[in-house]
């Protein structure tokens, strides 16, 4: 699996639950698209199953979370890989095909 152009195993992106801090509450194993959680029922927490899944960037569950209790990774490595990856190129590629795609 390749995030834009790159090795989707060589981008260290995924979130972090704080045990302490998760309630187990499930909103973020409901709310993730990408299905990156599991719930643990007999700790009553969520758990991180499939951290290579995780859309490389996203936050979103962090924000979700109101206990706190999920983290990543700070964003800068993100804007570094685009950097030094040529991630942008790719990203431009992409979107001259999807306008393209558009057009028809």
């Known amino acids: 699996m390749n995030w834009k152009g790159?090795?989707?195993e060589e981008i260290d992106w995924a979130p972090t639950i704080s045990s302490d801090k998760c309630t187990g509450c499930g909103m973020?194993?409901?709310?993730?698209?990408k299905n990156v959680f599991d719930f643990d029922k007999k700790n009553k927490k969520a758990v991180v199953a499939r951290p290579k899944d995780c859309m490389v960037g996203c936050t979103s569950?962090?924000?979700?979370?109101v206990f706190?209790?999920?983290?990543?990774p700070d964003p800068q490595y993100v804007k570094d890989i685009i950097k030094k990856r040529g991630v942008l190129i790719f990203a431009k590629k992409q979107l001259e095909e999807k306008l393209k795609n558009e057009e028809k």
């Open 61 to 65: 569950c962090s924000v979700w979370c």
């Open 68 to 72: 706190d209790a999920i983290t990543f």
């Open 6 to 8: 790159v090795p989707r």
């Open 28 to 33: 973020c194993v409901t709310s993730c698209g």
